[in-house]
């Protein structure tokens, strides 16, 4: 396993906080039961001008990760420094193309989890009938699915459904977020997973049954939620929480 010694050489500016900050979402993940084996991913972006980029590997399972494990690498996909792990392709395709398109995009984050797989797989997509699907629904693009994503060409078409928002359903796939930082692209992502786990509850009484929010009240909570005060809401608040209670549960992220 790499060790801070292994990875000090070819450190920039930043990038020990923000290894810090990324294995701690890794972890954060496993904890609220959002991972898939090793499977999905989360990056960031290391400060700097050089366009390299924070990975998991592809071969620890999240609830693992530390901040010296993560693997970082250019945006060809290539190892920068000595790396003794993987990375999944998939997650390459998917995060070089919203890193190098998105100057804003400070960290990208992709789940499979059964709830945000359900959403994807509805016709109707995100329903504004929760304030959480209200706090994250207007800031959601949409992106069809094309197998696995392992083509490259799917990059620009990823970027172009993606756009100027900062959420995204993967149509049959999943769901992905976008953040200035590390803690406001968790935050967005823990919106958008809880209003899609309560949609799928939801949907037992049948879409019939269910109460619409009043008129002009959706237009109301995307003013109250825009990504620059949830970003700042998150980072100053709600992320520094959350790692405080990985601390109190595991400090071994930070190592």
Not at 89 to 112: C, N, Q, W, Y
Not at 179 to 200: H, K, N, S
Request: charged content about 20%; overall charge negative.
């Amino acid at each position: 396993m790499a060790t801070l010694a292994s990875v000090d050489a070819a450190m920039a500016p930043g990038e020990w906080q923000a290894r810090v900050d990324l294995a701690a979402a890794y972890r954060l993940v496993a904890l609220y039961g959002w991972d898939d084996l090793i499977f999905t991913h989360l990056s960031a972006r290391v400060p700097g001008p050089e366009h390299h980029f924070l990975i998991n590997p592809y071969d620890m399972m999240f609830e693992e990760i530390t901040a010296s494990s993560l693997v970082k690498i250019d945006v060809t996909g290539a190892p920068v420094g000595r790396s003794d792990h993987p990375v999944n392709p998939a997650g390459f395709t998917i995060h070089s193309a919203i890193h190098m398109a998105r100057e804003d995009a400070g960290a990208v984050m992709h789940l499979h989890t059964p709830h945000g797989q359900a959403v994807s797989a509805m016709t109707f997509g995100l329903l504004p009938h929760t304030q959480a699907a209200m706090i994250a629904g207007h800031d959601v693009a949409y992106h069809d699915y094309e197998g696995i994503a392992t083509d490259l060409g799917e990059r620009e078409r990823l970027v172009r459904d993606l756009g100027s928002k900062n959420a995204m359903i993967l149509r049959n796939h999943g769901t992905l977020t976008v953040g200035a930082t590390i803690g406001a692209c968790f935050v967005r992502l823990y919106f958008l997973e809880r209003a899609c786990e309560a949609q799928v509850l939801m949907l037992a009484a049948g879409r019939e049954n269910l109460n619409p929010p009043p008129d002009g009240v959706e237009e109301k909570v995307a003013g109250q939620s825009n990504p620059q005060g949830l970003g700042m809401l998150a980072q100053a608040l709600a992320w520094p929480a959350l790692l405080r209670k990985l601390d109190r549960i595991d400090p071994r992220f930070r190592d």
